[in-house]
Every structure is written in structure tokens, then in C-alpha cells.
């Protein structure tokens, strides 16, 4: 079946705009993850959904980042009043259940470039 | 907290030839789990390998293999035939085995090993 889609590819802003990342997990999959990866920085992880239960918030970095999953499916990772640190490519991943140590699958990832 | 840590930024390897990616981790856990991911320049993360703590037998697959050394909290990657294909970035990857219902099965991530396959 299709794999994890996100979208946009690449997102060029300017200082100080709105944007939001969206990601098509695998159907059927309940659990899904918002990983950053950086320059210099790897990759670290921002935030979980595991079907009805309330997410796992504890990466995000600031509270000018958000995400939300609707109908347990879809995801969007909204980022208020980018800065040029949050220049970087957010990966998207989702496991079947997310229990007992599922391999996440992962999207191709959305670059995004703060000017 | 957990980390993982991969010693070698670059590697290079001739095309036929043999690899040995490093990986080591720091954790306090009995049971977790491993896994070693690849990032070719589409940068779509691909699993390559899965390893389970409770289970002594090195993981293999196709050309990869892995030699877990669980004392010493060691996780390599060996690429046997090594082909032009196998050019990416290479990322080891700890998740703990969470007891809470509630837990989250996050990744801890290395910070990868760049792997040059040469004609």
C-alpha cells in the first residue's frame, strides 16, 4: 500500500510567518510521530499520537509550535512566527499500533527554509 | 536519559567490499529496542535492521548484519558486498520498552554516519 506522504516537499517563509506541514500517515496505522531533523543537530523527536489518547507533546520546542491529528488520521504541524533556527526537514512517521516497540515508517519529509 | 552515539561521521567503502558501521548507546533499561535506519539523498528514512534486547541473536538481512553486544551496550551495522546503492546516511536508533500503558515508543537517534560507496 502507499507509504507515509507529506507535503509540502520543500517551504521557503520569511521571518516571522505561519506555516503549516502536513502528513498522510500509512493507512491503518494509528500511532503517529513529528521527528525534526537538523543541520549539526540529527534528529530529535517533537510530538506523538497514539489513536484517541492525548499526545505526547514533550519535544515540541517552543509554544509557537503545534500539531494536531483529526479523525485519527491526518496530521498538521503548525509553526507560529517562524525563526530562522527553526530552518530545518520535518520527518513524519506512524507505526501500526505504537506499542511494544512498532517500526515506525517514514515519510520523505518536508524542508523548510526560514529567510 | 538515553543517548546514542555514532562515532564515525564519514566512512568509504569500495564497491564488493565490507563495512562496519559503529554504534553505542547509554541506558539503563533491561529491555529496548534497535534499529538502524538508512537516509539516502531523497531523504526517505528506510529501516535497514531491528534489533530486539532480549533476544542474544544477531539480527541479519540480506547483506546487513548486526553484532549487539548488550554488556557493552554495543550495536554495529556490517554491510557485506557493499554496492553504490548503499550510499546514504546511516542512523542508529534507540527506543526503550515503555511499561506505561501511556508510554511513547520514541526514537533516540544517533547523529548518523555518512557511507560513500566508490566504483
Known amino acids: 500500500g502507499a507509504g507515509v506522504s507529506q507535503s509540502p516537499s520543500n517551504k521557503v517563509t520569511e521571518k516571522g510567518k505561519d506555516v503549516e506541514l502536513r502528513c498522510d500517515p500509512i493507512?491503518?496505522?494509528?500511532?503517529l510521530y513529528w521527528y525534526r531533523q537538523s543541520l549539526g543537530q540529527g534528529l530529535e523527536f517533537l510530538i506523538y499520537?497514539?489513536?484517541?489518547?492525548?499526545?505526547?507533546k514533550s519535544g515540541l520546542p517552543s509554544d509557537r509550535f503545534s500539531a494536531e491529528r483529526t479523525g485519527g488520521s491526518v496530521s498538521t504541524l503548525t509553526i507560529q512566527r517562524t525563526q530562522q533556527e527553526d530552518s530545518a526537514v520535518y520527518l513524519c512517521?506512524?507505526?501500526?499500533?505504537?506499542?511494544?516497540?512498532?517500526?515506525?515508517?517514514f515519510g520523505p519529509g518536508t524542508r523548510l527554509t526560514v529567510l | 536519559a538515553q543517548t546514542v552515539t555514532q562515532s564515525q561521521p564519514e566512512m568509504s567503502v569500495q564497491e564488493a567490499e565490507t563495512v562496519t558501521l559503529s554504534c553505542t548507546y547509554d541506558t539503563s533499561e533491561n529491555n529496548y529496542y534497535l534499529f538502524w535506519y538508512k537516509q539516502p539523498p531523497s531523504r526517505q528514512m528506510i529501516l535497514v535492521i531491528r534489533?530486539?534486547?532480549?533476544?542474544?541473536q544477531n539480527a541479519t538481512e540480506n547483506r546487513f548484519s548486526v553484532n549487539f553486544q548488550k554488556a557493552a551496550k554495543s550495536f554495529s551495522l556490517k554491510i557485506s558486498d557493499s554496492q553504490l546503492g548503499d550510499t546514504a546516511m546511516y542512523f542508529c536508533?534507540?527506543?526503550?520498552?515503555?511499561?506505561?500503558?501511556?508510554?511513547?515508543?520514541?526514537?533516540?537517534f544517533g547523529t548518523g554516519t555518512r557511507l560513500k560507496v566508490l566504483a
Open positions: 493507512s491503518g496505522h494509528t500511532a
Open positions: 499520537f497514539q489513536g484517541n489518547s492525548a499526545p505526547d
Open positions: 536508533a534507540f527506543m526503550k520498552h515503555e511499561t506505561l500503558a501511556s508510554g511513547t515508543y520514541k526514537y533516540i
Open positions: 534489533q530486539e534486547a532480549y533476544k542474544q
Open positions: 512517521a506512524s507505526s501500526l499500533t505504537g506499542r511494544r516497540g512498532d517500526t515506525q515508517y
